[in-house]
């Protein structure tokens, strides 16, 4: 007999995919880890000395770690529906990686560090030509200079109307904010994109 949708095990649930995406050090580990409702599946090495000639620590301070796969979270929104977070690496040497984790996926969240912000030029770069929508989180370090949303959106020459939202990934709330906004934003895109696949014609 079937089972009531209720009883249906976590693995049939239906799962939206949200990419956590930036710069080296940026905060993605950080924020899947402050809104996951799992213990994060983290994939963190050690930095090491040899590392150091390719991986740019420059500007990160007291970084001792780094992801090397991936991070993964966990948000149940009702039984049956979920969000997937999946937190990049953030180094140039495991883009190989990224094509595989934005397969399917909703959107994405680019964190941004002001002192940095060129970092996540790559980030922005992919998912405006992979056509995935995003929205720019700024991770406000206390050491950051403050920007506002307007000057982080020109310095990165973002398409008008991405949004910039400023946020703290150690917090919860403020991380739950983040997804709310791209979740909003990127509901609007494929609602667009819906409407020019079909038509808004009614057929017959
Ligand atoms: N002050 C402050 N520190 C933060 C914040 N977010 C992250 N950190 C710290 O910054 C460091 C880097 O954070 P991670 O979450 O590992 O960054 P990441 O983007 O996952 O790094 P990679 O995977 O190596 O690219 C850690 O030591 C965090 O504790 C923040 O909002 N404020
Ligand atoms: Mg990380």
Redesign the pocket.
């Known amino acids: 007999m079937d089972s009531a949708p209720s009883d249906r095990r976590v693995d049939d649930a239906l799962a939206l995919k949200i990419l956590i995406a930036?710069?080296?050090?940026?905060?993605?580990?950080?924020?899947v880890g402050s809104v996951s409702e799992i213990r994060p599946l983290r994939t963190e090495e050690q930095l090491s000395e040899v590392g150091t000639s390719v991986d740019d620590t420059g500007g990160?301070d007291?970084?001792a770690?780094?992801?090397v796969a991936m991070?993964f979270g966990r948000i149940t929104i009702r039984a049956g529906l979920a969000v997937y977070l999946f937190?990049t690496?953030?180094?140039d040497r495991f883009w190989f990686l990224w094509d595989e984790l934005a397969t399917g996926a909703l959107g994405a969240v680019v964190?941004a560090d002001t002192r940095r912000l060129q970092d996540c030029f790559p980030a922005v770069d992919y998912f405006e030509h992979r056509s995935i929508p995003f929205i720019v989180a700024v991770?406000?370090?206390?050491q950051s200079r403050s920007y506002g949303a307007h000057e982080v959106a020109r310095a990165l020459d973002l398409d008008q109307g991405t949004p910039v939202v400023l946020c703290?990934?150690?917090d919860r709330d403020s991380g739950k904010e983040v997804l709310i906004r791209l979740v909003e934003y990127a509901g609007r895109v494929h609602t667009a994109r819906l409407l020019d696949t079909v038509g808004t014609e009614p057929v017959g």
């Not at 991770?139 to 206390?142: H, I, K, R, V």
């Open positions: 930036g710069g080296f050090g940026v905060g993605k580990t950080t924020l990160v007291e970084k770690t780094t992801t991070d937190g690496p953030g180094q964190l991770n406000c370090f206390p703290d990934a150690r």
